[in-house]
């Protein structure tokens, strides 16, 4: 981003923009409830276009169409935006979840659930332990009661086989026997399911529950669907 071009940027604008590149792509209805949150609908909506479309036209964020329907892009119609440099063109709907935990987080910050401290997504979030790489799809750190916890984030479409967690359990459980002591206790690895069909995303949170059941380490990890994920962390 050229200098000149940030001075003269509001801090509300300076917020989209670092919103943006650190979610990787969000939707238009993400950022109103992240940096819109004073006025009528109405009134908040036109600001938001109005700051979007300057900062769009700026080459500050870049535009995608969002012609994907449901879900938690919005809806359809409206844009998308992410860093003017990314190579993407169509909704990422992994992206567009991970943006809404991150979101939701936010939401329930405001509302005094924790203090978050940290969040990073990928490749951000990637670390290594001992010899092994941790690819989680998003990192945060919470402060609640004085307490601190380290989470990591296991996004789940639904599409993944026992196998497939199996392994993920066997990387991270891996991990943990090298973490490092000055790093405090090891992030507790919790798995978010995100599927258009209620049913298979219960099928799917039962699927890797009986794994994380069949795990010796199984008190690192948990499961829940998208929807509970909010609460998961503050238990």
Not at 49 to 75: C, D, F, H, K
Not at 114 to 122: N, Q, V
Not at 124 to 134: F, K, S, T, W
Request: proline share 4%; net charge positive; glycine share 10%.
């Amino acid at each position: 981003m050229r200098s000149f071009a940030v001075r003269r940027l509001s801090p509300r604008d300076q917020g989209v923009i670092e919103t943006v590149h650190l979610l990787g792509q969000v939707s238009a209805g993400q950022l109103l409830r992240l940096h819109f949150v004073d006025g009528s609908p109405v009134t908040r909506g036109t600001r938001m276009r109005r700051t979007m479309t300057r900062l769009s036209e700026r080459g500050l964020v870049a535009q995608v169409p969002n012609r994907w329907i449901g879900g938690y892009g919005g809806g359809s119609g409206g844009y998308l935006y992410q860093a003017p440099g990314s190579r993407s063109r169509t909704h990422r709907d992994h992206r567009i979840a991970i943006a809404e935990l991150y979101v939701r987080a936010i939401e329930a910050e405001r509302a005094g659930q924790f203090i978050m401290t940290t969040f990073a997504c990928e490749p951000a979030c990637y670390c290594r332990v001992g010899a092994l790489d941790l690819k989680p799809d998003a990192a945060l750190t919470l402060s609640r009661d004085g307490a601190r916890r380290h989470v990591f984030i296991e996004l789940d479409r639904a599409t993944e086989t026992a196998v497939q967690i199996t392994s993920k359990l066997t990387v991270y459980g891996t991990a943990e026997r090298s973490w490092p002591a000055e790093g405090g206790a090891f992030p507790l690895v919790l798995f978010v399911v995100s599927h258009e069909l209620t049913l298979g995303e219960q099928r799917q949170v039962d699927l890797i529950a009986r794994a994380i059941s069949r795990h010796p380490a199984r008190e690192l990890f948990a499961v829940c669907p998208f929807g509970e994920a909010i609460d998961q962390l503050v238990r």
